[in-house]
C-alpha cells in the first residue's frame, strides 16, 4: 500500500508541475502576453528564411512582438528592485528596448545598449503612471505630486547612472588610443580609479628612440668626420625628420602620434660629442611641465689606417677621420620640461 501512496504522490508532483508548465506556455486567451512571445519567436524564424528588406521587416516585428510580450509579463506582477520603485521588469524590457534601437547584428552589446539602457528602463517604469487602466479601457492622466517626485528623483539617477557609464567607456576609450596618458597616477582624481599599476614610462616614447637610434647610427657611423660634424650643425632638422618618420610608422595605430615630438641636443666634448634625443610628449599630463625621455648616443672620431683604428686626440681632422657612434640601450625619463637648446 505505501508503494501505492508513494506513486500517486509522485503522480500528483507531476501533475501540478504539468499545470504550472500549461499555464505558462498555453494562451489562457488570444490576448495575451504569450501570444506576443510566440508571434516573435515566429517572425524571427521566418526573417531566417527572408533576405533583404524582408527580412529586416520581419526581424523588427520580431523584435516589437518581443519587447510587448516581456513587458505584459513583467508587468501582471512586478517585482521591485529593493530601495526603488523601478520593477525588475522595467529593467528587462529596457535592456531589449535598448538592444533592438542600439545593437547590431554583429554585436548586440554596444556602447550606446550599455549607456542608455538605465535612463531607457526609468522611462519604461514612468510610462505607466499616466495611464489608468487596462487593455484597451486604458485613458490618460496626470500623475499626483508624490509620483510625480518619485518619477524625477528615478529619472535622473538613471540618468546619472548612464553619465557614469559613458564616462568610463570615454576614457576607456583615451586610455586605448593615448597609451602614454598611463603614466600619470590618477591618485588625486575624484573620477578615474586605476585598477591596475599604470606605467611609469610611456611605452610608445620609449618605441620612438629604440627605433630612431639605430637609424642614427647607420647614417653617421664611419662616416668621414667632417660630415658628420655638419650633420651635427644641422641636427635639430635631420633629427626632427627622422623622429617623425618613425612616429609615422611606428605609432601608425595611435591618435596619440601628433602628440610626440623629437629634437636633439648636442654637447661637445674633450673627444667628440654627445648627441642626447629626446622625445617630448606635448599631450596633456597631470603637471603644467610635462615629460620627456632620453638616449644618448657617443659620437667619437676614429682614425682608420688600413684594418685597424685608433681614437684621434689631438687631430680630428684628418682625411682618414671617421665617426664611430655608440647609442645606449637605455632610455631616461624625466617628469619635468625638456632642456633649452644650445
Known sequence: MQIVRDLFGVFNVVGDIYERIKKIVIPPKAYSWQTLIYLSIFSWFMSSMCTGFVKDAIAFCGWIFLILGTAWYT?????????????????ITGFLVSVFAFGHDETILTTRTIVLWPTISAIITAIPEFFEGTGTEAKTLIPKIEDRQKMIILLGSCAVISCWLQFYFVAENWLNEYPS???????GSAFVSRIEPPDRIPRNGVVILDKLAPQIEQQLNEQPWSQVEQWLLNSRQNVSRLGRQVIETNLAQYDEKA???????????????????????????????????????QIEPVAKIGNTRSRVANNPDEKNTLAEVNCEGKTSFFADSPPPQE
Do not use: F, H
Request: aromatic fraction near 10%; hydrophobic fraction near 35%; charged fraction near 15%.
Open 75 to 91: 508587468t501582471d506582477s512586478p517585482i521591485l528592485i529593493p530601495g526603488t520603485n523601478m520593477p525588475v521588469g522595467a529593467v
Open 259 to 297: 602628440l610626440w615630438v623629437v629634437e636633439p641636443r648636442v654637447t661637445n666634448l674633450k673627444s667628440g660629442y654627445k648627441l642626447d634625443l629626446l622625445s617630448i610628449w606635448m599631450g596633456p599630463s597631470s603637471t603644467s611641465r610635462g615629460y620627456y625621455l632620453t638616449k644618448t648616443c
Open 181 to 187: 596618458l598611463e603614466v600619470d597616477t590618477y591618485q
